[in-house]
């Protein structure tokens, strides 16, 4: 059965960091574009990042242009969201979704986790 599992969320304080991880069972991640998404309550899917197949190639919303960095490890069929600088507007349940085109938009995703959630509060 295919699945993606996200894991790493929690409560963290403003300024903090966390590392999120995405990894998959029932199929090989390396094959596919991984991206993360978040989702705030009352607000829509919104994209954080994509990695390439490969790794070579990634791609961050503006929001979080220089304080998330996506990676992945292939040969343990996971990738990894570090979060640095975090701010309370970053609270939202993040989600891993894989894919085969290097868009950050929700339709070009076919395989979804069910998220983690992540509060940012003092």
């Known amino acids: 059965q295919l699945q993606l599992v996200e894991s790493g969320g929690g409560l963290v304080q403003p300024g903090g960091s966390l590392r999120l991880s995405c990894a998959a069972s029932?199929?090989?991640?390396?094959?596919?574009?991984i991206g993360w998404f978040r989702q705030a309550p009352g607000k829509e899917r919104e994209g954080v990042s994509y990695i390439s197949s490969s790794g070579g190639y990634t791609n961050y919303a503006d929001s979080v242009k220089g304080r998330f960095t996506i990676s992945r490890d292939n040969a343990k069929n996971t990738v990894y969201l570090e979060m640095n600088s975090l701010k309370p507007e970053d609270t939202a349940v993040y989600i891993c979704?894989?894919?085969?085109?290097?868009?950050?938009?929700?339709?070009?995703?076919?395989?979804w986790g069910q998220g983690t959630q992540v509060t940012v509060s003092s």
């Open positions: 979704a894989a894919g085969g085109v290097t868009q950050l938009v929700v339709y070009s995703f076919d395989y």
């Open positions: 029932g199929f090989t991640l390396g094959y596919y574009v």
